[in-house]
């Protein structure tokens, strides 16, 4: 079947270090992968997506790349800020429109 | 609205009554989706309407869970018989009708059930 698997929280990191935040997948076929971030007391958004392997989404500072190899969709940032602390989602779509979405991965980001 | 909205954002229940649960898309949306997100844990899927119909309700988790959207745009999601498993956080999303779309997220409605 479809799944995703996130590293599990929480991250707790200073302002300015790096970030990675895993995320495997399990699909058939070629799914489509995104990362969605919460922030508190809001809905989800999207953060960032990638439709076929090798492709690198990246907004905002994040980057992800689509390794098809070895399943993953790997989230990484060069240097956090506190308004990143938030809660962030794997997930992925293959046919049609169903999400599969990982755990979530709290972030919290101290000054 | 620009975006999806949801209604109530916070709902209590007693164990047994009947909830409803509406979900306003984004205007020309055809697509639209209902997830369950239980504390700790990422959305689950439930059910999805293209337009009208139902084309998906392969995640409702028993006959308890209704859902409809009967002029293709607002959607109501209701839960009968209420039973406190069914406390959770309940998110609509919509997209444009291509498959692998981005979903765009309403804020949910956070249900519990005493």
């Known amino acids: 079947g479809n799944s995703v698997t996130q590293m599990e929280g929480p991250v707790t990191l200073s302002e300015e270090a790096f970030l990675t935040i895993n995320c495997t997948y399990t699909?058939?076929?070629?799914?489509?992968l995104f990362w969605y971030v919460q922030y508190p007391g809001e809905g989800l958004q999207l953060l960032l997506k990638?439709?076929?392997?090798?492709d690198k989404g990246s907004n905002k500072g994040f980057e992800a790349t689509y390794r098809k190899e070895t399943t993953s969709f790997h989230l990484e940032k060069g240097s956090v800020q506190v308004s990143d602390s938030a809660v962030y989602f794997c997930?992925?779509?293959?046919?049609?429109?169903?999400?599969?979405f990982g755990t979530g991965t709290s972030l919290t980001v101290i000054p | 609205g620009a975006g999806v909205s949801q209604s109530p954002r916070y709902k209590v229940a007693k164990r047994g009554q009947d909830v409803a649960l509406r979900c306003d898309p984004i205007s020309g949306h055809v697509s639209l989706f209902w997830y369950q997100q239980a504390l700790g844990q990422g959305p689950e899927f439930l059910t999805y309407?293209?337009?009208?119909?139902?084309?998906?309700k392969s995640g409702l988790p028993s006959d308890r869970f209704f859902a409809e959207r009967p002029e293709g745009s607002v959607s109501t999601l209701k839960i009968q018989r209420t039973q406190q498993e069914d406390s959770a956080v309940y998110l609509c999303a919509s997209s444009l009708a291509t498959e692998k779309r981005e979903q765009f997220f309403g804020p949910g409605t956070r249900l519990t059930v005493l």
């Open positions: 990638a439709t076929k392997a090798d």
């Open positions: 309407f293209q337009n009208e119909a139902q084309l998906d």
């Open positions: 997930a992925l779509v293959r046919t049609g429109n169903q999400f599969y």
């Open positions: 699909a058939t076929g070629y799914p489509s």
